[in-house]
């Protein structure tokens, strides 16, 4: 008996029989149930594959991140099955997975009913249940391309037409067969838990010029509990969502007549962006950051200098030609006006480090589908800093501002984040500057500042800026899906573009580092963000409407007034309900406004000269005198502010 070496992923190997499938090895190993696929040399594979040769394999179990891809593309292939099952005639285009699930484009002319979806549901079920065999096979483009033509699949022709693999490979499942390459399911009886979630009309790759297919999108768990909960989670979602509750707050707007990705700041919206900016630049000001303003356009030599025009481009607008012929570009970024301020004085070693701060706004061209709301944009405002300073300077400075992202965080609430050490890919020159050098010891100095503040981290290679490496800090939302709000990066390379310099202690000319951070991220994505992770119930402090006065009658009004300029001459953001409308009816109003205190005032306040508040939660506090109410609202703020 011919065999072959399988070298596994702990390092351990075995001998196996050539031509041996690799679900006979996972037998043969007895590996657990929970492995759907494999990887063959680094590449994934199905578990019906044969082992030809000498080779490295790994398992992929269905909840891993790889499983999880490979359960749902073959849920959205039974789906597909399903849908042309029912509906003869219905064209299938491409299925590819999503963040949670998976979705596949039909070429079908009306949209496929709630009654139709439903019974697509329950043939998906219908199919799973019949475990059928899933089979990879491999054809000659040619012959493919004639099948699918003879089946009446005008896409799939087109596809096959535009791929250079020649053979490709299909997989087949009952009667069913689609252009895929894979890995799958062995069987469709492992597709235990899924659910279509929604559907939606779509271009023919994407373009409008092209005709409208029809989406149908999806959902697919390893277990039946798993479906559940996220489900539950997707609900909580929906109600915490930024874009609803923005509006419904009236915080802020996105208008056609403007321009997708450019966000409007409507007055309470605006209020507490405004908040959130003077609460940052005091605290800059209180560590030495300077503030400066610069102007969000620039000669696009600038950015060819920084290397954004060669690395960053893509997220660029092109550039503005004017009169003289000079070409002008929206910045993406703020390091290179900050930079030119440093050259503009020679710098003494004494002087550093420098710290440069902004609340800069910025602009750039993201994809409209990945616009969402206020946290991915295309105008922006970054609570922005460059710190220049000596090398041996770079740890302290780093260590100062993973701090200060921990007091703002501890402040707004955040309790659970975590660190990601990005860091650039080594194989890719084009992303990141080719300086293998340069790139380690940026690394190292980070994960210095990283162990000296004691956090954990995970690392994310591919995730770099062009320019160096950063520590980004990592944020969830209810369904799990993290999203970088702080970040510190550390550059050694926009220094030597732009020949920064310093004189040293020797007299000497050397050149200093730059740090580029960002603590409350952009002032669109924190927004987004404290709207969803409060829920629109803002901390006190934060709130862009802290208290509401209403009074029992008009009766009460004069005396509400004077509560009403007390508490603003005190600096609270107050508002006075004067409407003659029931209580009950204006303190709903409060409550869904999610203002955290309505003032209720009676007769018994007038007389007793006091306030009765009532907490955005119900709770009815006992009547005091308004100065005793505010003080308690003070120390409210400062246990919030961690002051207390
Ligand atoms: C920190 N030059 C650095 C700066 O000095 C810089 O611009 N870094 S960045 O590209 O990572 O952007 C900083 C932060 O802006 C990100 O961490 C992210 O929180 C936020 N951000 C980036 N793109 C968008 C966007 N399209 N919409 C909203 N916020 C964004
Ligand atoms: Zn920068």
Redesign the pocket.
């Known amino acids: 008996m011919e065999s072959v070496r399988v070298t596994l992923s702990d390092g351990k190997s075995v001998e196996i029989r050539r031509g041996s499938r690799i679900y006979e090895l996972a037998s043969l190993l007895s590996v657990d149930g929970g492995i759907i696929a494999a990887k063959l040399n680094g590449s994934p594979v199905d578990l019906s594959r044969a082992i030809d040769e000498d080779c490295s394999l790994e398992w992929v179990s269905i909840d891993s991140p790889e499983g999880l891809d490979v359960l749902r593309h073959s849920t959205a292939h039974l789906m597909a099955h399903a849908v042309q099952s029912l509906f003869p005639g219905t064209q299938v285009t491409i299925g590819p997975t999503i963040q949670d699930g998976f979705y596949y484009d039909f070429k079908r002319e009306t949209p496929f009913t709630p009654e139709e979806i439903a019974k697509i549901e329950q043939r998906m079920e219908d199919l799973a249940r019949a475990n059928l065999k899933v089979t990879r096979e491999e054809m000659p483009k040619a012959q493919a391309i004639e099948m699918f033509r003879r089946m009446g699949e005008d896409y799939k022709v087109s596809i096959i037409e535009g791929i250079t693999e020649d053979p490709v490979s299909l997989y087949r499942q009952g009667d069913w067969i689609d252009l895929c390459r894979g890995p799958h399911v062995p069987s469709t009886g492992k597709l235990k838990a899924f659910k279509i979630t929604s559907v939606a009309g779509a271009y023919w790759r994407g373009d409008e010029k092209n005709e409208m297919l029809q989406r149908i999108y999806g959902t697919s768990w390893p277990t039946k509990p798993a479906l559940k909960e996220y489900l539950r989670l997707v609900e909580e979602a929906k109600k915490r969502d930024h874009r609803k509750l923005g509006q419904e707050l009236g915080l802020f707007m996105i208008s056609d007549a403007i321009g997708p990705?450019l966000p409007i700041w409507l007055p309470k919206g605006a209020l507490l962006r405004s908040i959130l900016e003077r609460y940052i630049v005091d605290i800059e000001r209180s560590l030495g950051y300077q503030h400066v303003n610069t102007p969000q356009l620039a000669r696009v030599d600038l950015y060819k200098r920084s290397g954004h025009w060669d690395h960053f481009k893509d997220?660029m607008y092109p550039p503005m030609a004017f009169e003289n012929k000079e070409e002008l570009v929206l910045r993406?970024?703020?390091?290179p006006h900050?930079i030119i301020i440093y050259k503009h004085e020679l710098h003494s070693y004494r002087n550093l480090p420098i710290r440069l701060a902004e609340l800069?706004t910025?602009y750039?061209y993201?994809r409209s589908g990945?616009?969402s709301g206020?946290?991915?944009?295309?105008a922006?405002t970054?609570n922005?800093?460059?710190i220049f300073c000596l090398p041996e300077q770079i740890q302290a400075e780093a260590v100062g501002v993973i701090r200060l992202i921990q007091r703002v965080y501890r402040d707004f609430g955040f309790k659970e984040y975590w660190y990601r050490l990005s860091l650039r890919n080594p194989k890719d020159k084009i992303n990141f500057v080719d300086n293998d050098a340069m790139w380690d010891t940026a690394e190292e100095y980070l994960r210095q500042a990283l162990a000296e503040v004691g956090v954990p981290y995970k690392e994310a290679p591919g995730e770099a800026?062009y320019?160096g490496p950063?520590i980004?800090v990592q944020l969830n939302d209810v369904l799990g899906h993290s999203?970088?709000?702080?970040?510190?990066?550390l550059d050694f390379y926009l220094p030597e573009r732009f020949e920064l310099e310093y004189v040293d202690k020797d007299g000497q000319y050397k050149r200093p580092v730059m740090i580029?951070?960002?603590v409350i991220?952009?002032m669109?994505?924190?927004t987004?963000f404290l709207i969803e992770h409060h829920a629109g119930n803002f901390p006190l402090w934060l709130a862009p409407v802290q208290l509401k006065i209403v009074t029992v009658t008009e009766q009460q009004l004069d005396y509400a007034r004077e509560v009403f300029t007390e508490l603003k001459d005190a600096g609270w953001r107050v508002e006075l309900d004067e409407r003659n409308e029931k209580l009950g009816y204006k303190i709903r109003e409060a409550q869904l406004a999610k203002i955290p205190y309505a003032i209720v005032i009676g007769d018994s306040e007038v007389q007793a000269q006091t306030v009765a508040p009532r907490r955005r939660g119900g709770e009815n506090l006992a009547p005091m005198p308004l100065n005793d109410f505010i003080e308690r609202l003070k120390s409210e703020v400062a246990q919030e502010r961690g002051e207390a």
């Open positions: 990705g997220n993406p970024m703020n390091c900050h800069g910025m750039r993201e990945a616009l206020l946290s991915r944009v295309r922006m970054l922005d800093a460059h800026a320019y950063k980004d999203e970088t709000l702080s970040t510190v990066q580029h951070r960002g991220s952009t669109e994505r924190m987004a």
